[in-house]
């Protein structure tokens, strides 16, 4: 990740700093041709943090991440403690956004300022901190490399990084997977700087119902969200268990995902939201069809509108919730907390 001097020195890709991504990445696609289906993320200490941030963050930019030395939150992290800058920076609270981005993460044992046990926590988890998620407990792709030899700086000054290139050489970006996990934490936005992190792939508008922090932790909200249009169901995963010696001795876990079974190909959503007051979803980049019957299974802690955007019938029905507005291009419906199954009829 770049790290330009342009709004202040090393923020952590924060407020200005990561205006300045963005600002650099317009000025590279202005001058060269980008393929944006193959972005990766990388870099090195607070670059790593950099790839955690940006790609829980920004997760529909990106098809891979690989982190060298990486902090979960800004500065020092020792679970289960807040990293030095305070909760609002753990990427670790909103990890499930990065369910389409496998990574690499290398790091010290020893290391003297990323301590071993937020990366451990980050990777493959620690069951005395419920309140922290990892790639493992997830079922996410994720390949953790553990150096017990060497402090912070050991891997930049020996700069060799072997497994990089096969790891990135088929880097896709999936723009529209047919599960979309995202959560939004508003302790992240800068409006100052016209940064709001409300939306990924075709899911958007995301509004929290209450903001207040809930057991110390800033307030988020969730949406899981799964098309049955395309007939595949979730994979499984399979243990990963390595060894090697170069740059130095280490030790890798991590897991992989198997093949995706088949299921019936459906005209069905089913969609299970937490805190949310708003969310709107793009259903034809989810692969539902709105001119054919539509069934949503909807599940929310907290009543809620859900605005369904799309080619529909002004004269459709629907049951199961309120119809609060229905045009040419959107459904909007009030729904209660619970269990739903909402049906759309043209």
Request: net charge negative.
């Amino acid at each position: 990740m770049p790290t330009p001097l342009g709004r202040g020195p090393g923020n952590w890709y924060d407020l200005g700093a990561e205006v300045d991504v963005f600002e650099i990445w317009a000025d590279i696609a202005r001058n060269f041709n980008i393929d944006a289906n193959r972005t990766a993320t990388t870099g090195y200490s607070m670059g790593g943090y950099a790839s955690y941030r940006l790609g829980v963050l920004y997760p529909d930019l990106f098809g891979k991440a690989f982190t060298q030395v990486g902090p979960p939150g800004e500065g020092l992290w020792v679970p289960p403690n807040a990293p030095t800058e305070g909760f609002g920076t753990l990427t670790n609270l909103i990890l499930g956004n990065v369910r389409h981005i496998p990574f690499l993460n290398l790091n010290m044992v020893m290391d003297e300022l990323v301590p071993y046990p937020g990366p451990q926590t980050q990777n493959i988890g620690d069951p005395r901190f419920a309140q922290f998620t990892s790639f493992q407990q997830l079922g996410y792709r994720y390949r953790f490399q553990t150096y017990p030899q060497g402090e912070h700086f050991a891997l930049f000054l020996l700069d060799n990084y072997p497994m990089a290139a096969p790891f990135l050489a088929d880097v896709q970006v999936d723009h529209n997977p047919y599960p979309v996990t995202y959560s939004v934490m508003p302790i992240e936005d800068e409006p100052e700087f016209g940064l709001r992190h409300d939306h990924a792939y075709w899911v958007s508008d995301l509004v929290l119902a209450d903001e207040s922090e809930r057991g110390g932790l800033p307030a988020k909200g969730s949406v899981d969200a799964f098309s049955h249009a395309c007939g595949m169901g979730m994979p499984g995963v399979e243990p990963i268990f390595d060894a090697g010696a170069i740059p130095l001795p280490y030790a890798e876990v991590g897991q992989s995902w198997t093949a995706i079974p088949g299921i019936p190909a459906e005209n069905r959503l089913t969609l299970d939201l937490v805190n949310l007051a708003t969310t709107t979803l793009d259903l034809p980049r989810s692969g539902l069809d709105t001119n054919a019957l539509l069934t949503i299974n909807l599940t929310s802690d907290v009543p809620g509108e859900l605005t369904l955007t799309g080619q529909f019938n002004p004269n459709s029905r629907v049951q199961g919730a309120q119809a609060r507005e229905i045009t040419n291009s959107r459904v909007v419906l009030a729904y209660v907390a619970g269990e739903s199954e909402i049906v759309i009829t043209p």
